[in-house]
């Protein structure tokens, strides 16, 4: 439970200000969707969600991979 709050906390911290900076700069609903042409999300609040989930997925996984290179090498 320890090593998950340690990768949880700090992923969730990085991806909110990863959010407040991103859409500081871009408008969730100028951004297009590649495949259909279509806004990103219905409305700016379905946008500022999507993009945080996928802010917090992104740092998580770095974090993850941090505490796995960080054991040492077995013998």
């Known amino acids: ?3 998950l709050v340690l990768v949880l906390w700090p ?3 990085t991806a909110g200000m990863a959010t407040i900076v991103f859409f500081t700069l871009f408008d969730p609903l100028e951004l297009v969707n590649d495949w259909g042409g279509r806004p990103a999300g219905d409305t700016r ?4 969600s999507i993009g945080f989930f996928l802010f917090w997925l992104l740092t998580a996984l770095s974090c993850l991979l941090t505490c796995y290179f960080q054991k040492p090498p077995s013998r």
């Open 11 to 13: 992923s969730f911290v």
């Open 45 to 48: 609040l379905q946008a500022y």
């Open 1 to 3: 439970m320890h090593k």
